[in-house]
């Protein structure tokens, strides 16, 4: 049987991938350092995947390590979500992403190498596009990085093109990620993370939730959209999750290098979002208009043809059950 590595397993898109993959019978193994995980992921995951979740403490940086697990778990193929994963973060600390995103990549291929293991998922972002110069992005789209999180994916990138051109046989996906919000239907996994770097909107929607905030900042309201605020492609996790299925049958038939656009291909205002958000759970959100955040556009949204067409994907959830997934996950976890 076919074997899975996963790479950053435990985080919010690894820990919900392995649930649909769990599901659909798929054997895996995951590798996280913890950096940015809870402790009781590993027992919640468990809970999700009816036990289903063989796994190592360990960096990616660590080739020795890699080679012996994936001989270990005799590993065919390797989605690789672990990474730093912060814009903010990334203008402060840029080598730190250089070094975990980027030599963190060249440890794993290096290993997957050593090994012969040649089918690759990766996880890109939309942050590669920058300001985009039209809506909806598909994915021939000049890339334009505003800072250097979205740098690291785009040289990760031209490495794995680089790597298709050295050798046969190698079959790599690199899925372009929207704006994923959400969590599992249990509410036992969700958006958690350890490091407070993060200041995307469904987190801070959640701070004002759970009293750690007194209001939500909007981001500017004089931006060039309907209500002045920014818009994005928000996309459910569990639709997000399910594309990994799919680009893993993919690329289990296709050799090369391919790229795709994982959003809904519907814009969603940070006042739509806040709405949709009140409209489930009943909680009256405080805002506050600041200006606008730098290096942020006015709207950003997928077209997600390629995905639909290909890899057979089509997202299924629409914004309120969004905001419903990312409530349960709230309700089921306060204090
Ligand atoms: P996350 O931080 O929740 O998960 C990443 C996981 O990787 C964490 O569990 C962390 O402990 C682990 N990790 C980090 N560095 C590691 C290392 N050196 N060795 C081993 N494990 C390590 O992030 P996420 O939101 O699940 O994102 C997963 C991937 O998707 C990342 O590559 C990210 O850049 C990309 N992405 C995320 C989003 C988003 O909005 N969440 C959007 C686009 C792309
Ligand atoms: C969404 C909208 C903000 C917080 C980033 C990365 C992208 C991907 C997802 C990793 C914008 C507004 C936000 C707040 C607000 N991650 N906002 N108040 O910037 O589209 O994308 O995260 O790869 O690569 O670039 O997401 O959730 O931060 O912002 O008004 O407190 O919400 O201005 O319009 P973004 P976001």
């Not at 270990?72 to 903010?88: D, G, M, Q, R």
């Not at 690329?251 to 205002?269: A, E, H, L």
């Not at 739509?272 to 208009?289: C, H, R, Y």
């Amino acid at each position: 049987m076919s074997c899975i590595l996963i790479t950053g397993g435990f985080g919010y898109i690894g820990s919900h991938t392995a649930t649909i993959l769990s599901e659909n019978n798929k054997k895996f193994v995951i590798v996280d350092n913890f950096s940015n995980c809870k402790r009781e992921i590993v027992d919640r995951l468990k809970m999700c995947t009816n036990d289903n979740v063989a796994h190592y403490e360990c960096d990616i940086r660590d080739t020795k390590s890699l080679v012996k697990i994936i001989k270990e778990n005799k590993v065919t193929s390797v989605i690789h979500f672990a990474a730093l994963k912060s814009v903010a973060d990334s203008i402060i600390n840029p080598l730190e992403y250089y070094e975990v995103n980027v030599n963190g990549t060249i440890s794993l291929l290096k290993a997957m190498k050593t090994t012969g293991v040649k089918k690759f998922l990766f996880s890109s972002t939309a942050a590669v596009y920058g300001e985009p110069d039209f809506c909806p992005i598909d994915e021939n789209h000049k890339l334009k990085p505003l800072n250097p999180y979205a740098q690291t994916k785009i040289i990760i990138e031209n490495i794995l093109k680089d790597i298709v051109k050295s050798e046969i046989n190698w079959s790599i996906v690199c899925l372009r990620y929207f704006n994923p919000i959400g969590s599992h239907k249990s509410g036992l996994i969700g958006d958690d993370p350890l490091m407070a770097k993060n200041s995307n909107l469904m987190p801070e929607i959640i701070k004002v939730v759970r009293g750690y905030k007194n209001h939500l900042d909007v981001f500017g309201d004089d931006y060039g959209t309907p209500d002045g605020t920014g818009i994005r492609d928000y996309i459910h996790i569990m639709d997000l999750s399910e594309a990994h299925v799919k680009a893993l049958d993919f690329i289990d038939k296709n050799n090369g290098i391919n790229f795709f656009n994982i959003g809904t291909g519907k814009g969603v205002s940070v006042l739509q979002l806040k709405t949709a958000f009140e409209k489930v759970s009943g909680f009256n959100l405080p805002i506050k208009i600041s200006k606008r955040r730098e290096g942020d556009c006015a709207i950003c949204y997928a077209n997600p043809k390629k995905a639909n067409e290909i890899l057979k994907w089509n997202s299924k959830y629409d914004l309120s059950q969004m905001c419903q997934s990312a409530w349960i996950f709230v309700e089921k976890n306060s204090k």
